[in-house]
């Protein structure tokens, strides 16, 4: 099912132009335009999920979570690691409607528990302005 509205039901229609990193059958995976760190990729599934507690088959998951490992090989980031991040629904800032998952990486980012949570793990001028 897609929803017409959905900007991210769009780009795995592929009706709008992006930095795809990977696509098959089942998902695309696409460089966030708003980038947190070095590697900031999103993995979506094209059929629309709003969001990880939507009903989403767990085939689907498996789908999604089968090319995280393909991103990080991709990305060069399988040795040293990445964080995902699944924002889901309004305490967590969900801004985008549709399931994604995103994969960080390409620098050391703080655990969350950690004073500087919120600027060096999260801020791009200053990982990108080194
Ligand atoms: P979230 O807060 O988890 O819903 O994050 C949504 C992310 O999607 C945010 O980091 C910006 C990114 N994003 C939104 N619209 C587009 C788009 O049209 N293209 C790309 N590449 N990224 C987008």
């Not at 990729?41 to 393909?70: C, Q, S």
């Not at 990080?72 to 994604?100: C, F, M, P």
Request: aromatic share 6%.
């Amino acid at each position: 099912m897609k929803d017409e509205n959905c900007i991210f039901c769009k780009i795995g229609a592929g009706e709008i132009p992006t930095s795809k990193v990977y696509e098959d059958e089942n998902v695309i995976a696409f460089d966030d335009m708003e980038p947190l760190m070095p590697v900031h990729t999103l993995i979506i599934p094209k059929e629309h999920y709003a969001n990880v507690g939507d009903n989403v088959p767990e085939e689907t998951l498996g789908h999604v979570f089968g090319a995280v490992r393909k991103v990080a090989e991709i990305k060069g980031l399988t040795e040293r690691g990445y964080r995902l991040l699944v924002n889901t629904g309004e305490d967590a800032s969900q801004s985008v409607k549709h399931l994604h998952v995103h994969l960080l990486g390409g620098g050391h980012m703080p655990r969350p528990n950690d004073q500087d949570w919120g600027t060096a793990a999260t801020n791009a001028d200053q990982i990108h302005g080194e």
